[in-house]
């Protein structure tokens, strides 16, 4: 017996990053150098004590289970317990997709059942942050709640992209409402919820048996306990968390590793953040590179200029390329005299001689409507002297001196 298990959504498609989900599911994006996207709530999970924990995949799992593993990287790689992959299967009746993030716990209870938790952690694969979980599950039982969710105060004019809640004096929830048009405060849900087990799989069965239902948390079992009447508390974070669903937002997680004003620690011992080691030898930095502010991580060979950029594994930037307020991501190439400005670089792409990508947003002059993050998928050739305007998304190989 388990008293709580967590069961982590990473099966969405992640349609908003566009060029960088082709291929991938949005947890397994590269972050940080040297992490991917669901390390943060793995990590999260073995910090606050949480030995098991179950992983909901369905859009391109491949990368996301490959790199998953045993989840020895970890330390979930027990025999009772640890991480377990939990795709869409095959049943006597026939087999379904995940069609929402209620239905796809609803599908796993027998997998929930066989540790008999009394509580239910459930989680998103797609938020940079650290929490300990632990601390939400005490709150949870001191107040004798059914469920408690996380929630963070978010910018006013943000709000209508959230779950938006109202609370009393004691934050008992009163009222919540899934990305309101016109929201009545700036208490946003951060995906994470706790459930008492036996509620939870009540609402989820009673759930499952609504053909009007569109199977979601926030749409569909929150508003329906709220109905109900059940003890349903807020818990305040006020820590550094960001959505990373969005080119922009994923963009501005990167950089604010690298801003002194934002805290948010990677290098706390306290809390470490684990991931699966790609085995590369030392970072090179070559005796003509010129690297400002930014980080490059093992594996990556620097002999051009880097400024207030992110650098993963295996990239090289070659003598004469200028790379600026960018993310490289691991593998990928710039060539001698491409410029890289204000990107993102997905995997093992290869920036030609000569070529531009991006514009620093000082070059724009009044036409900054038009300005925004270049993004280049994975594997993509960016030919010599070709230029990739701002906010151009390239998914097929662009020719040599062309402009998209």
């Not at 470490?272 to 070559?286: A, D, F, T």
């Not at 070529?355 to 724009?364: F, H, I, L, Q, T």
Request: hydrophobic share 40%.
């Amino acid at each position: 017996m388990k008293e709580t298990i967590a069961m982590l959504l990473a099966g969405g498609q992640g349609s908003r990053l566009y060029a960088l989900t082709q291929t991938v599911a949005k947890p397994a994006v590269p972050y940080g150098g040297k992490y991917r996207i669901i390390d943060f709530p793995l990590s999260n999970c073995v910090n606050s004590g949480l030995d098991t924990v179950g992983v909901l995949t369905q859009y391109q799992p491949l990368e996301l289970n490959t790199y998953i593993g045993d989840g020895s990287p970890w330390d979930l790689d027990r025999i009772f317990g640890g991480v377990h992959v939990l795709p869409p299967y095959q049943k006597s009746e026939g087999s379904d997709w995940y069609v929402g993030t209620a239905n796809a716990i609803y599908q796993n209870v027998p997998f929930i059942e066989q540790y008999s938790p009394t509580y239910v952690l459930i989680l998103s694969g797609d938020h940079i942050y650290k929490m300990n979980y632990q601390k939400m599950i005490n709150r949870l039982k001191d107040m004798k709640a059914e469920c408690i969710i996380s929630v963070i105060e978010v910018p006013m004019e943000e709000a209508s992209r959230f779950g938006i809640m109202s609370v009393d004096s004691k934050n008992r929830i009163t009222a919540f409402e899934e990305k309101p048009e016109h929201p009545k405060s700036n208490l946003a849900s951060m995906g994470i919820y706790a459930f008492k087990w036996d509620t939870l799989r009540r609402y989820l069965e009673k759930d499952s048996n609504d053909p009007e239902s569109s199977n979601d948390f926030g749409k569909d079992i929150i508003p329906s306990m709220l109905a109900a009447g059940e003890m349903m508390y807020a818990y305040s974070f006020d820590g550094y968390w960001k959505d990373v669903g969005t080119i922009d937002s994923l963009w501005e997680a990167n950089m604010d590793l690298i801003s002194p004003r934002v805290p948010f620690d990677l290098w706390n011992d306290d809390w470490k953040i684990y991931c699966r080691n790609p085995g590369k030898p030392p970072q090179y930095i070559g005796n003509k590179a010129v690297l400002n502010n930014s980080i490059a991580t093992a594996g990556s060979s620097i002999d051009g200029l880097v400024d207030s950029s992110v650098i993963f594994d295996g990239v090289i930037i070659e003598e004469g390329a200028v790379v600026k307020d960018s993310i490289v991501m691991p593998g990928s190439i710039v060539e001698s005299g491409a410029v890289v400005q204000y990107s993102i670089i997905a995997e093992n792409s290869v920036i030609r001689k000569g070529a531009k990508v991006g514009e620093r947003p000082e070059n724009v002059g009044d036409a900054f409507d038009e300005w925004g993050i270049a993004v280049i998928s994975s594997g993509i050739s960016v030919g010599e002297n070709a230029v990739v305007k701002p906010k151009a998304m390239v998914y097929d190989s662009v020719p040599e001196g062309e402009v998209w």
